[in-house]
């Protein structure tokens, strides 16, 4: 594998972690964290998901965030001209809508939910469409994740040696057949001369028998 080949695999795998942590985020939310609030009174629901918002707000998540859109997109390119383009390119454009609802709709919800007002009418507004918008993303996150990973499966068997194997098995049977060793060669021209010398030496007494 040459060095540009491992640079684009490493490129795509890093793509498909990035993304894989981005869904599995939204996946949790949606499993465990948004149906645990539902429990909660709306001081509390309200409350929490504040500090969930501020947390969230750290250089690990962004660097998730927006690399797997970025490593996704470069790897796209670098697939461009490979059988494996077409699902890394729908890969770009899942993850590509899941950013987009994130950036227009779960944002904007984040941002009304820290203003003031009281807990349940603030609570009201906010969950039934957040909750729907994560499911939407979780989803659509899902989808480029396993777009990323079958094409990081074609892109992992193309890399390996079997098909190379095999052409240079068929190298090695075509030279088996087109020649010899230099020792087999050598050989083979020590008896042609042999044979010739005993040719040359059995006419004359040949052509004196003819005579008498």
């Not at 793509?15 to 894989?20: F, H, I, L, S, Y």
């Not at 777009?147 to 098995?169: D, E």
Request: proline letters at 4%.
């Amino acid at each position: 594998m040459t060095r540009s080949n491992a640079v684009t695999g490493a490129v795509l795998g890093a793509a498909t972690v990035t993304t894989g942590l981005i869904a599995g985020a939204f996946y949790v939310f949606s499993c465990g964290v948004m149906p645990g609030l539902a429990r909660s009174d709306d001081r509390m629901y309200v409350a929490v998901m504040r500090d969930i918002n501020d947390v969230i707000q750290n250089p690990v998540f962004f660097l998730s965030f927006l690399g797997a859109l970025v490593l996704t997109g470069v790897s796209a390119w670098q697939l461009r001209a490979t059988p494996y383009r077409r699902w890394v390119w729908t890969a770009v454009a899942a993850y590509a809508m899941a950013f987009l609802v994130t950036v227009t709709f779960n944002v904007p919800l984040n941002d009304e939910l820290a203003g003031t007002g009281d807990p349940a009418a603030l609570r009201a507004r906010f969950e039934g469409p957040w909750v729907a918008w994560n499911a939407a993303r979780a989803v659509l996150s899902t989808v480029a994740l396993g777009c990323l990973g079958r094409a990081l499966v074609g892109y992992g068997r193309a890399g390996t040696a079997p098909g190379r194997g095999r052409a240079g098995q068929g190298r090695g049977k075509r030279a088996d057949r087109s020649g010899q060793g230099p020792a087999e060669t050598a050989g083979s021209v020590r008896r042609g001369a042999g044979e010739n010398g005993r040719s040359g030496r059995a006419q004359p007494g040949s052509s004196g028998r003819n005579r008498a």
